[in-house]
């Protein structure tokens, strides 16, 4: 993207060495790890294989090949676990889709999406419980309350994981908002079929890290925090894009995040889109 082609080869040598090797993810969160890798993977590979770099067809190839035997079978399913493992395997998922140029992937991330995000972010209008997860037949009151870390007082922007850590709940959020945009970019607005619920989510949250006490209703009054690096594409695109005001997450980005830097699957995105104008690309 800077033209910097000393980079570009840099990034062609790394991704050509992982496809040469890597047949699969193991351990017990063979899944997340699939999520995390792919998920940056996918874009990388994406920017290097658009802008002229000098990456071989058949060097795509084999990068293409890689994301099928290694990835897809683990991030294009759903998982039991908490739900940033399947929010952030989503995100992998969209990515490999639209780097392979696979709309029938790019169609399943959107589905996963559609049915994860209810999942994870309540609003008062789902009921008095939150929306069961898509898989595990946690669909009972007690099975909900207790999958929703005992919690069993809901409001709105609440998430299934804001009493375990601030900091997965984070994840979770994050990863729902890079598979929105990846898939604005494509043309289909995601953002819009969650708009409510992502913004009371990022609102719910953003009070408790600007330092809002934890009342005793959630979490018995005992919150555990954890800054994420993110916040900036939601709020490029809600405020900046919209004009819907997240005042919050305004006071968080300015005072807590900015200049962002890297977590996992999330990087530096006050570098990229810290009131970046759309362009409707796709």
């Known amino acids: 993207m800077t033209g910097n082609q000393v980079h570009a080869q840099k990034s062609i040598e790394i991704m050509n060495a992982w496809s040469a090797v890597l ?4 351990n017990s969160n063979a899944k997340l790890q699939a999520g995390w890798s792919g998920a940056g993977f996918s874009r990388a590979a994406e920017i290097i294989r658009h802008t002229g770099a000098g990456w071989a067809p058949a060097d795509i190839d084999r990068f293409i090949a890689m994301f099928r035997t290694a990835f897809v079978p ?11 493992w399947e929010l952030i395997m989503t995100d992998a998922l969209i990515g490999i889709a639209v780097f392979s140029d696979d709309k029938a992937l790019f169609d399943q991330a959107v589905s996963m999406w559609r ?8 609003l008062t209008t789902d009921g008095p419980y939150p929306v069961p997860p898509p898989v595990g037949g946690r669909d009972t009151p007690a099975e909900l309350i207790a999958f929703w870390q005992g919690q069993s007082t809901f409001v709105d922007g609440l998430a299934q994981e804001t009493c375990r850590d601030f900091g997965h709940t984070g994840w979770g959020i994050a990863a729902a908002i890079n598979v929105a945009e990846t898939a604005l970019q494509q043309g289909v607005d995601l953002y819009a079929v969650e708009s409510t619920r992502l913004r009371a989510g990022l609102e719910f949250h953003a009070d408790y890290l600007n330092g809002k006490p934890a009342p005793a209703w959630l979490c018995g009054g005992m919150i555990t925090l954890g800054n994420i ?17 997240l005042p919050l997450m305004k006071t968080l980005l300015e005072t807590s995040v900015r200049p962002s830097g890297s977590n996992y699957f999330i990087a530096w995105e006050t570098l990229t889109h810290a009131d970046v104008a759309w362009t409707g690309i796709k």
Do not use: D, W
């Open 23 to 26: 047949q699969a993810h193991i």
């Open 229 to 245: 690096p993110t916040g900036e594409i939601a709020y490029n695109h809600f405020q900046n894009r919209l004009g819907l005001a």
């Open 115 to 122: 049915k994860r995000v209810p999942a994870y972010i309540y």
């Open 74 to 84: 683990l991030v294009g399913t759903n998982a039991t676990q908490n739900g940033n």
